[in-house]
Nanobody, 115 residues
Framework: QVQLVESGGGLVQAGGSLRLSCAAS????????MGWYRQAPGKQRELVAF???????DYADSVKGRFTISRDNAKNTVYLQMNSLKPDDTAVYYC?????????WGQGTQVTVSS
């Protein structure tokens, strides 16, 4: 079965950096678009960044210029490099693989940015 496992979250001071990883197993990874989402307490889950199977990327306005999504198809892994972190970036971060007939989520990794 398909599994998505996130890692790399933690506690960081404002202005710091973290790199999240999402490792996929049980499916063909290279052709799938992958997304990073986040959900802060009391808020709806929102899309942070997306990368297509071809490597085209898109970002939420709130993270443009600070976050970078990338993928390594040989390692079945998608990354989210987060720089210049702000307290508002505090959330649980999830990766997602979705298509016309499937929708898989990871378990999430907590990112906490202190001021």
């Amino acid at each position: 079965q398909v599994q998505l496992v996130e890692s790399g979250g933690g506690l960081v001071q404002a202005g710091g950096s973290l790199r999240l990883s999402c490792a996929a197993s049980g499916t063909i990874f290279s052709g799938n678009g992958m997304g990073w989402y986040r959900q802060a307490p009391g808020k709806q889950r929102e899309l942070v960044a997306f990368i297509t199977g071809y490597g085209t990327t898109d970002y939420a306005d709130s993270v443009k210029g600070r976050f970078t999504i990338s993928r390594d198809n040989a390692k079945n892994t998608v990354y989210l490099q987060m720089n210049s972190l702000k307290p508002d970036d505090t959330a649980v971060y999830y990766c997602r693989m979705s298509g016309a007939s499937y929708d898989y989520w990871g378990q999430g990794t907590q990112v906490t940015v202190s001021s």
